[in-house]
């Protein structure tokens, strides 16, 4: 094994689909190419948005596809000390503040003004736990993999949410600490979380955490010109039969591998020991959406 570890993190809001195929199969392959390890991390700190039985559905869904992963799988609610303990170190540092302020407050600005960083502003009220965005590491420089230089101020996109007013712990948080504590050094993710990676690099650098190298991925556009996502009610992914070696051999063309067409109905395994092999980032375009076109037979 190399130094390589990846990871896949999928919310169980509900079954994948054809983006989720592409995005997996992409850090998959990326793992394997190198030599590398693939880590598989189910996000379930929202447990509102988590039906039941969604991340058994996950763990079939990528196993019939032959994505196996290493290593047991991490789960994000079992996490909460871990949680606890980063915040607290943030508090100490001066970079998380508590704020009572609802997003109807402020809705008529871009991003939150940043009202409660000098105190509450209405006290007994719950509050969140916010990043002091402004005395993090500014600027945040960073060279994906694919969009080349990136070049962001953390302070122009707001002080991101790490605690919510429920007591739910926040993507932002959480995604940093657990790709510490597992080792990631890579992470490949769609394009859409690209700007998430300013806040991450700054609580990286505030906790002493590794700076995973990214490599963000075009997302997949659907014939309607919206994104494939739960939200928009993509297919899910089928579990076995014909359909998944064929959206296999197409998540392959989305990610602009050209896969010979004599491989689109081949086993599982002989498309994966294919595109391992082939596996080459430099094939992908840096477009930032990519049309699905026609899925399967």
């Given at each position: 094994m190399s130094d390589y570890r990846g990871r896949f993190a999928p919310t169980p809001s509900g079954p994948l689909h054809f983006g989720s195929l592409v995005a997996a199969l992409a850090s998959f392959l990326d793992a394997r190419r190198a030599g590398g390890e693939w880590r598989l991390r189910i996000e379930d700190i929202d447990p509102p948005r988590c039906p039941a039985g969604a991340a058994d559905t996950i763990l079939r869904q990528l196993e019939a596809f032959g994505l196996h992963w290493d290593?047991?799988?991490?789960?994000?609610?079992?996490?909460?000390?871990?949680?606890?303990?980063?915040?607290?170190?943030?508090?100490?540092?001066?970079?998380?503040?508590?704020?009572?302020?609802?997003?109807?407050?402020?809705?008529?600005?871009?991003?939150?003004?940043?009202?409660?960083?000098?105190?509450?502003?209405?006290?007994?009220?719950?509050?969140?736990?916010?990043?002091?965005?402004?005395?993090?590491?500014?600027?945040?420089?960073?060279?994906?993999?694919?969009?080349?230089?990136?070049?962001?101020?953390?302070?122009?996109?707001?002080?991101?949410?790490?605690?919510?007013?429920?007591?739910?712990?926040?993507?932002?948080?959480?995604?940093?600490?657990?790709?510490?504590?597992?080792?990631?050094?890579?992470?490949?993710?769609?394009?859409?979380?690209?700007?998430?990676?300013?806040?991450?690099?700054?609580?990286?650098?505030?906790?002493?955490?590794?700076?995973?190298?990214?490599?963000?991925?075009?997302?997949?556009?659907g014939e309607d010109g919206q994104k494939l996502s739960k939200q928009n009610l993509a297919p899910p992914l089928p579990e076995q039969g014909d359909a998944v070696r064929a959206l296999l051999h197409a998540a392959l063309i989305a990610l602009d591998q050209a896969p010979p067409f004599a491989l689109a109905m081949a086993p599982v395994a002989e498309q994966l020991t294919w595109a391992i092999g082939h596996w080459e980032v430099s094939r992908l375009h840096a477009e930032a959406h990519r049309q699905t076109g026609h899925l399967a037979p």
């Open positions: 290593g047991p799988v991490s789960w994000q609610h079992e996490r909460n000390d871990a949680y606890a303990a980063a915040l607290e170190r943030l508090k100490g540092l001066g970079l998380a503040y508590p704020c009572s302020c609802s997003r109807r407050q402020w809705r008529d600005y871009r991003i939150y003004p940043g009202w409660c960083r000098d105190g509450v502003c209405e006290p007994g009220k719950p509050v969140a736990w916010r990043l002091r965005s402004d005395l993090g590491l500014r600027p945040v420089i960073w060279q994906d993999r694919l969009f080349g230089e990136q070049h962001f101020d953390p302070a122009a996109l707001g002080d991101v949410v790490l605690r919510r007013k429920d007591g739910l712990w926040a993507y932002q948080l959480a995604v940093v600490v657990d790709d510490a504590e597992q080792g990631i050094s890579d992470v490949v993710r769609g394009v859409d979380l690209l700007d998430n990676t300013p806040w991450q690099r700054q609580l990286q650098h505030a906790l002493g955490a590794p700076e995973p190298r990214y490599l963000h991925l075009p997302l997949i556009i």
